[in-house]
């Protein structure tokens, strides 16, 4: 029986990871080419690793404008939101512009969770301006929205859809060389400065898809642990979830050498690869900071330590899941935030409904590795220990349920609302959900109703 269910899951895990996938922000159908590589290969053996530059410390930011100055800048583009706009992060870079001589042009129309719209609406004004380097100061739809602009400004004559992830676009590879992209994060959460990915709403088919290539990344990283100090406690915790599911995500993901098909070309090996001893390594660490910190930078936001700790753990997590991917927590929050109806985050000033990214990914997590432990108990059994769990007398049976507890109590400590339902969902609508979830996905419905957990 155990047998058996290993080698379901295992099968599940191998469609999910094809759907990534198919999964709308993780495909790569663009990987897929034709034929296989000389050794005669079906799976994957190779990993590769791709990540910014960093740089951390406490007002780092004030250096921006010596790099843009040695990067030889001319005319840069200060991309934002319209209320960091106002904030300190927004006002150290531009001080550090002007002091070193930089001529720049503030755009402040990103939208918190962006759209294909609002990516479009950025690509325009980047278009009209020739922008040799781009400053991207905020969260992930800041820095996700820069990626893009920099990319359509640097291919000017590709079509939208050109670049998205298949199945809603086409997927193609970049090969455009991009003008310097320096990030500043201001929140602890996506990872977004060290990775080549950027997500955003389809309106037209209300999903969540992205860009993924390496050649989209942030050329340098600036994390600031002082930006943080700004954040109100539920955009920590959120933000948190995001660090946490990536970590999680990223350790139990189908390894490397399982993932198919093997690419025939080095350029067509997907940024996201599977679990992979240097992802791990991250991920693992990634974890163990957010059991220590993330509860302490919820609940004080003086406390420097904490909050810079998970500026850190964010970054980790995104040299992590940014080369290894994620899984069916990541794959079922895209719909459950793209579909929203009227629900709004506390401590989110925005004119439009929104669950945040990091809240609809962990809301499943218990759920999602209740089912994924048969692929990889022990796994499953380590992060629960990282996070406070006693496993000592534990069962390897029992690592989805023990992970699943262990989940619970720590979302619970931190006053998450409870399942979907409490964010505006019914059983009702479980298959707008899965169909948002997995667009081409083979997985029978019922599955993933189970996974989706409303109650």
Known sequence: MAAAARARAAHLLRLLQRAACQCPTHSHTYSQAPGFPPSGKTTDYAFEMAVSNIRYGAGVTKEVGMDLQNMGAKN??????????QLPPVQMVMDSLVKNGINFKVYNNVRVEPTDRSFMEAIEFVKKRAFDAYVAVGGGSTMDTCKAANLYASSPHSDF??????????????????????????????????????IFDYEPLKVKTGIASRAIKPT?????????????????????????????????????????????????????????????????????????????????????????????????AG???????????????????????TYKAKDYNVDHPLVPHGLSVVLTSPAVFTFTAQMSPERHLETAEILGADTRTARIPDAGPILADTLRKFLFDLDVDDG??????????????????????PVQPEEESKALNIS
């Open 76 to 85: 840069v583009c200060l991309m934002t939101d319209k209320n960091l706009s």
């Open 161 to 198: 859809l050109d670049y998205v992830n298949a199945p809603i676009g086409k997927g193609k590879p970049v090969s455009v060389p991009l003008k310097p992209l320096i990030a500043v994060p201001t929140t602890s959460g996506t990872g977004s400065e060290t990775t080549g990915v950027a």
């Open 220 to 316: 340098l990283g600036l994390i600031d642990p002082l930006h943080t100090l700004h954040m109100p406690d539920r955009v920590v915790a959120n933000s948190g979830f995001d660090v946490l599911c990536h970590a999680l995500e990223s350790y139990t993901a189908l390894p490397y050498h399982m993932r198919s098909p093997c690419p025939s070309n080095p350029i067509t090996r997907p940024a996201y690869q599977g679990s992979n001893p240097i992802s791990d390594i991250w991920a693992v660490h990634a974890l163990r900071i957010v059991a220590k910190y993330l509860k302490r930078a919820v609940r004080n936001p003086d406390d420097l330590e904490a909050r810079s700790n998970m500026h850190l753990a964010s970054a980790f």
């Open 319 to 341: 040299i992590g899941f940014g080369n290894a991917g994620v899984h069916l927590c990541h794959g079922m929050s895209y719909p459950i935030s793209g579909l929203v109806k």
């Open 420 to 441: 979907l339902a409490a964010i505006g969902y019914s059983k009702a609508d479980i298959p707008a959900l899965v169909k948002g979830t997995l667009p081409q996905c």
